[in-house]
């Protein structure tokens, strides 16, 4: 499967992006969906994970509240949606896909190739 992340952006603090991630394929449906992000000078982190069918959803604590996944598998699309942003939540956001339910980026085995959410204060 390809990933392809878009929607990053410059924001202000307290305001919203929304990310997608679009699929190639026609299994997309039984994928994990992860997004990961990566702040400079730092490992890269897990965000959030929504099973195949989009029933499952799991967050990190730092977003739990603020963001949330969701799957489109007619458009074979997965979106964060990100409200309440901090400048704390400026990185590269990555979506990859995993044949298991983790939060472990090394369980992921395809990766979209990153878009850039900035932050301002």
């Known amino acids: 499967v390809q990933l392809q992340a878009s929607g990053g952006g410059l924001v202000q603090a307290g305001g919203s992006l929304r990310l997608s991630c679009a699929a190639s394929?026609?299994?997309?449906?039984?994928?994990?969906i992860g997004w990961f992000r990566q702040a400079p000078g730092k490992e890269r982190e897990f965000v959030a994970v929504i099973g195949g069918s989009g029933t499952n959803t799991y967050y990190d604590d730092s977003v739990k509240g603020r963001f949330t996944i969701s799957r489109d598998n007619a458009k074979n699309t997965v979106y964060l949606q990100m409200n309440s942003l901090k400048p704390e939540d400026t990185a590269i956001y990555y979506c990859a896909a995993s044949s298991r339910y983790t939060v472990l980026k090394s369980s992921y085995a395809y990766w979209g190739q990153g878009t850039q959410v900035t932050v301002s204060s």
């Open positions: 394929g026609r299994t997309f449906s039984s994928y994990v």
